[in-house]
């Protein structure tokens, strides 16, 4: 008899466990067969990009145990993603989908420098990715599917030249594909560069850093765009539809080769299973006879503002469910709520695709009311609020040393190149800006991805070579659409305030979009393009298109698209529509400020170089560095090592720099010596005999130095007393500078000896002769 003790499931599922149960009782043996993608399933498919390299997929042969499981690789980029989803849906009324992209330190041969020597949270960079992955995903999956979804994004091998980032998206969009979990895919990805006006598709690493665009694509079948993320070096608009183009087709081929993959290697789809809370007709009829005239009332008053709209609507729906409840004390107020926001959504949109009436009134290319005032307060080196409509940001410039600079990560500088970063902003959306209320804590996703875009946006227009590190902080005080735009704008003015000589002002404007399709849900039927959108625009609209640049070109781009993908046609006119609102804003953000302001404030930092030679180096420091604590202590100023003669100096404004300045005079000049001329003459003191020779001082209070031995006579001498030296004697010796490596003092005497007549000594063998 066999005692089981301690017995965990270890990975298998109860439902297999209770199946051998009875056998384990009855001694005989149970082999439990799982469903896997392996034998069978197995399998790889190649697709050869326009560039010549080969992207590689292969599933089948690792994570069996997840619904699909997918390895891209790219190079010797490898990337494997799983996708696991649960069976039973979700109480949320969205789909619950995770995506969890990490940088492993192994794959790239490192080993993580922090403390645990492992990896730890996500990394800014990480999180970004993960976004940039859901959001290529996420407009695929099939109405109302709200079941727990997980990707997970591991990294096996990166090569240092091929970025793991867009051949994730691709590996996950191979995963969904041949798992059962229902998705409306496969998508392809590429990343699109742009060297001399060369379009490079998937570009590496280094020509990424020099590359005057860097943009990722997203595409599905038909040249439908479901995703468009990236950033730029003031490139023309048509630099960007031909960027445009070729990555969309490039993915077409992307998307064949997973399209094939799922028909050889895929499991069959599962069926989806609802809650079964289905409307019907009554219900619906009598709710939209109810809100319907109401509702187109509430959406073409123009009077309304964010809030008024929203009590409205919302006092509508009270009102309505209130009357259904009069009628029939059983109404499933869930379902009857769903229905009117579903009607809500109907009605808003027919408003724009029959009757192009926006909720404000505004024409479809129309901008809203746009107010900036620069310089909030004094002490702050650069600041600006930017008003449009009622989106309300508030960006404020900071400038420190270099030495304040982001310090990378290792596996982000190999992959990225970038060892810090000198620029950065930071994005703070607190709760008051929508009149609500809850708790801040760190930074949520969400903040950081609409920080990293308008820092995208700015990055271009800042100097290339700048003494400080800049640090924009944005924080949004009023909010109803288009806020990381309003970043772009303010964080422009506030630089401009600060004095930085950026090459040009830049602004960013979010185009919107409203489509009907045809009856079979297939084609585009109609639509309209609205530009700056509202808050509700944007969520009861299809698209969120935010497109930043200057007056010259774009610098940065971000689509979010909620249907199964825009037309290349479309998202042209798009570009068209956002480069006229472009202009418009930044015609008005030039009537504040045009040009870096000249004038220095009085809390501006100072930046300067200080040479101190290396013989005042030591006295300069001080022990441990004594002098500089004491300096940054007093004054506020930072000192830093620059070269090996050369420090930098860093002021926090030029009342501490002047301070710091004569503290360091005041250090050198206590024992300031006088200038020595290199092959002079001088008459030395002897303060005190050695063995290796004698010291001696060229003036008062001056350290004495060695003359050795050597430097005595033109005789060979094994100590001074040979030449009848005493202390406190005189004797000339000439000047030779200062030893480059040490700093010091080079004297001779033996120099100025007149050389003397030695007898020579004969040999023994010449005196005989």
């Not at 895929?266 to 809650?275: A, M, S, V, Y």
């Not at 869930?334 to 024409?363: H, M, W, Y």
Request: charged share 20%.
């Amino acid at each position: 008899m066999i005692a089981f003790t301690g017995f965990r499931l270890c990975g298998y599922r109860r439902s297999v466990f209770s199946t051998c149960k009875n056998s384990y009782k009855s001694g005989s043996i149970c082999h439990a067969k799982f469903s896997s993608a392996g034998g069978k399933n197995a399998g790889t498919e190649t697709v050869t990009l326009s560039d010549g390299k080969q992207l590689h997929f292969s599933t089948g042969k690792y994570a069996r145990f997840a619904d699909g499981c997918a390895v891209a690789t790219l190079g010797d980029t490898s990337v494997m993603v799983t996708a696991v989803c649960k069976q039973q849906p979700s109480a949320s009324s969205f789909l619950p989908l995770v995506v969890d992209y990490r940088q492993k330190a192994a794959a790239a041969g490192r080993i993580p420098t922090n403390f645990l020597r492992r990896e730890l949270g996500p990394s800014e960079h990480e999180i970004l990715t993960s976004r940039v992955i859901d959001r290529s995903l996420r407009p695929l999956f099939p109405e109302g599917f709200y079941f727990d979804t997980q990707l997970m994004c591991n990294m096996l091998a990166i090569d240092g030249v091929n970025d793991p980032d867009v051949i994730a998206i691709n590996g996950a969009s191979a995963a969904l594909s041949v798992s059962d979990i229902p998705w409306n895919g496969p998508v392809g990805a590429v990343r699109v560069g742009m060297i001399d006006n060369e379009i490079i598709i998937n570009p590496t690493r280094c020509q990424i850093q020099a590359s005057a665009l860097n943009l990722i694509i997203t595409a599905t079948k038909q040249n439908l765009i479901v995703m468009l993320e990236g950033s730029a070096n003031e490139i023309l608009e048509q630099q960007l539809r031909k960027a445009l183009k070729l990555g969309v087709k490039e993915c077409q081929g992307i998307v064949a080769a997973i399209t094939n993959l799922q028909k050889t290697c895929g499991k069959t789809k599962r069926t989806i299973e609802t809650d079964g809370q289905q409307p019907d007709d009554s219900l619906t009829s009598a709710v939209k006879e109810l809100s319907e005239a109401k509702l187109q009332d509430i959406f073409s008053s123009s009077a309304h503002d964010k809030i008024s709209r929203d009590n409205a609507v919302s006092a509508l729906r009270d009102s309505v469910i209130k009357t259904l409840q009069n009628d029939n004390a059983d109404l499933n107020v869930q379902l009857a709520e769903r229905v009117f926001g579903l009607i809500s959504k109907d009605v808003f949109r027919t408003l724009i695709l029959n009757k192009d009436i926006r909720c404000d009134g505004r024409p479809l290319d129309g901008l809203r009311d746009i107010s900036c005032q620069v310089n909030l307060f004094d002490p702050l080196h650069g600041s600006a609020v930017f008003q449009r409509g009622q989106t309300q940001v508030m960006c404020t410039v900071t400038l420190d040393s270099l030495e304040s600079a982001l310090k990378m990560d290792t596996i982000s500088m190999l992959i990225s190149g970038m060892k810090e970063k000198n620029f950065f902003l930071h994005y703070e959306f607190p709760p008051y800006a929508t009149n609500e209320t809850g708790r801040v804590s760190r930074v949520g996703r969400r903040e950081m991805g609409h920080g990293a875009l308008a820092e995208k946006a700015l990055r271009p227009v800042l100097p290339k070579d700048y003494p400080f590190t800049i640090r924009l902080t944005s924080e949004v005080l009023e909010s109803n659409g288009s806020s990381s735009m309003a970043t772009v704008c303010g964080g422009s003015l506030a630089l401009l305030d600060a004095g930085i000589p950026i090459s040009s002002a830049a602004a960013g404007v979010a185009i919107g979009l409203v489509t009907k399709f045809n009856e079979t849900n297939t084609n585009i039927e109609d639509y309209k393009i609205l530009t700056d959108i509202l808050g509700i625009e944007d969520y009861l609209g299809d698209m969120d298109f935010k497109i930043a640049g200057t007056k010259r070109g774009f610098t940065a781009f971000q689509a979010d698209v909620k249907i199964p993908g825009v037309p290349l046609k479309i998202m042209m006119e798009c570009i068209h529509h956002a480069t006229n609102a472009k202009l418009e804003i930044i015609k008005i953000m030039n009537q504040v400020i045009r040009t870096p302001r000249e004038t220095r404030k009085d809390k501006m930092p100072v930046v300067d170089n200080l040479e101190v030679p290396i013989h005042q180096r030591g006295k300069f420091l001080g022990v441990g560095g004594m002098n500089l604590k004491k300096i940054l202590l007093e004054t506020g100023v930072h000192i830093y090592p620059h070269d090996e003669n050369t420090y930098s100096i860093f002021a926090p404004n030029e009342a501490a720099m002047t301070e710091a300045k004569d503290m360091i005079q005041s250090i050198l000049q206590k024992d300031r010596e006088p200038t020595l001329e290199f092959g002079a003459i001088y008459t030395a003191k002897i303060v005190e005999i050695c063995e290796t020779g004698v010291l001696v001082t060229l003036y008062s209070n001056m350290v004495p130095a060695l003359l050795p031995n050597s430097q005595l006579d033109q005789r060979k001498i094994h100590h001074p007393s040979a030449l009848g030296f005493e202390v406190g004697q005189e004797i000339q010796v000439k000047y030779f500078g200062r030893d480059p490596v040490s700093g010091q003092i080079r004297i001779s005497r033996k120099v100025l000896q007149t050389p003397t007549s030695i007898p020579k000594t004969l040999h023994r063998d010449e005196k005989k002769t």
